[in-house]
């Protein structure tokens, strides 16, 4: 292969870190295979490298059969890690607080509705409302009590911007 050929390739996927779920991120890889003209076959070389943490783990547990294709590598890692991903997710939302030294309010809510997602898959939109909202106040208190307060007590104008920051994207 001659070194001077430039290859499209994603960021690696480790779905601890990762702002893309696996869905997401195949969709990307495919984009990048496409731009490098790889069939199914360069594909399935190409992919596993690009795996990180619990993604090479899972991977590396697929059945031969599992992953002979790409759909059915697609399909069975999706699964496997969705599974994994919803813990995962879950436990970081419980946790998550908002960082004024690194991020925005609207940067913390979008993470919020990110991780309630990922962890909630099956829930619609009108079912994580409250546990974003929940999410949200929780971790403004680790931050600013104050703040978490106001929204709580649904004090003025301030809860109406949250509430409907907090439902519109949702």
Same mark, same amino acid.
């Given at each position: ?82 599974? =994994?991903?919803?813990?995962? #997710? !879950?436990?970081? @939302?419980?946790?998550? %607080? *908002? ?5 925005? &309010? ?12 990922? =962890?909630?898959?099956?829930? #619609? !939109?009108?079912? @994580?409302?409250?546990? %974003? *909202? ?5 971790? &403004? ?30």
């Amino acid at each position: 292969m001659d070194p001077s050929l430039y290859f499209a390739l994603p960021e690696s996927f480790d779905p601890l870190t990762s702002v893309l779920d696996f869905e997401q991120w195949i969709h990307k890889f495919k984009a990048c295979a496409t731009a490098n003209e790889w069939d199914d076959n360069a594909q399935l070389r190409h992919l596993p490298p690009l795996l990180r943490g619990d993604a090479w783990i899972l991977y590396d547990e697929l059945a031969p059969g599992e992953k002979d294709t790409m759909p059915h590598l697609v399909t069975n890692l999706t699964k496997k890690l969705n599974v =994994a991903s919803q813990m995962q #997710s !879950s436990e970081e @939302l419980y946790r998550r %607080v *908002l960082d004024t030294g690194t991020e925005t &309010l609207l940067t913390y809510q979008n993470d919020i509705k990110r991780l309630a997602h990922r =962890a909630y898959p099956d829930m #619609s !939109s009108d079912q @994580l409302k409250p546990i %974003v *909202l929940t999410a949200f106040i929780r971790g &403004l208190r680790g931050h600013s009590p104050a703040l978490a307060r106001k929204v709580e007590l649904k004090n003025g104008k301030l809860v109406l911007v949250y509430m409907h920051m907090m439902t519109t994207v949702c």
